[in-house]
């Protein structure tokens, strides 16, 4: 059982357009971070949301906490060729310990030129 | 450098055979953490090194795998007898603390397995 689910698991989409990926579970967490990670590459850190209900943007990545800590959304407006990678989340569901950090399988975006 | 390094980037063997993954974090960093990565897939946990604490070895698949750390630098993976069910992207990450939930984990670029 996939603890942290998101969808879609592929997007093209054509530069300038707009965009949102999900991250659900029906577990709480006490926060969750989203990742961008390119191909040969490790994952880089975008955000790390701790409150319910908390809005963090990032340029023109917008990412939302569900009030009740069990989901999260990742906005992109005005999508540019440099966004494409795979973007993870990953929840934390212990205070104090960062030591079992739970992926998702991530969601692959291509934007096209 | 100023990053995580992993060594080899590349590795591939034969079913049977053992493999040693390198791993050096960035310099001061006192966490660091261990992951799996299989095609298509999300990262999954294997183990996590605190300081001078007893290492979280809870996400280890199996007995084949194993990992030490000497102090708060060089860490090794290891898989003996390997499977093709090992094949993966291994990936290391280190956090300045580690026991904060906040702490950002910065990752390495991570050692690709092909068990033929």
């Known amino acids: 059982t996939q603890l942290l689910e998101q969808s879609p698991q592929f997007l093209s989409i054509q530069e300038g357009e707009n965009l949102t990926v999900y991250c659900n579970s029906s577990?709480?967490?006490?926060?969750l971070q989203w990742y961008r990670q390119e191909p040969g590459e490790g994952p880089v850190l975008l955000v790390t949301v701790v409150t319910g209900g908390e809005v963090k943007k990032l340029k023109r990545l917008t990412f939302q906490f569900g009030d009740a800590r069990k989901d999260s959304s990742l906005h992109i407006t005005a999508a540019q060729p440099g966004d494409t990678g795979l973007y993870l989340c990953a929840g934390t569901k212990q205070r104090g310990s960062q030591g079992n950090l739970i992926f998702g399988k991530g969601t692959k975006l291509s934007v096209k030129p | 450098g100023a990053g995580v390094s992993q060594s080899p980037s590349n590795k591939v063997t034969e079913k049977g055979k053992d493999v040693e993954l390198r791993c050096d974090p960035i310099?001061?960093?006192?966490?660091l953490y261990w992951y799996r990565q299989r095609l298509g897939q999300g990262l999954e946990f294997l183990i996590y090194?605190?300081?001078?604490?007893?290492?979280?070895k809870s996400g280890l698949p199996s007995d084949r795998f194993s990992a030490e750390r000497t102090g708060e630098s060089v860490s090794t993976l290891t898989i003996q007898r390997t499977q093709q069910e090992d094949s993966a992207v291994y990936l290391c990450?280190?956090?300045?603390?580690?026991?904060?939930?906040?702490?950002?984990?910065?990752f390495g670029p991570g050692t690709r397995l092909t068990v033929l």
């Open positions: 990450a280190s956090s300045p603390q580690g026991f904060r939930f906040t702490d950002t984990q910065y």
């Open positions: 577990s709480v967490f006490s926060s």
């Open positions: 090194f605190q300081g001078n604490s007893a290492p979280d």
């Open positions: 310099s001061g960093h006192t966490a």
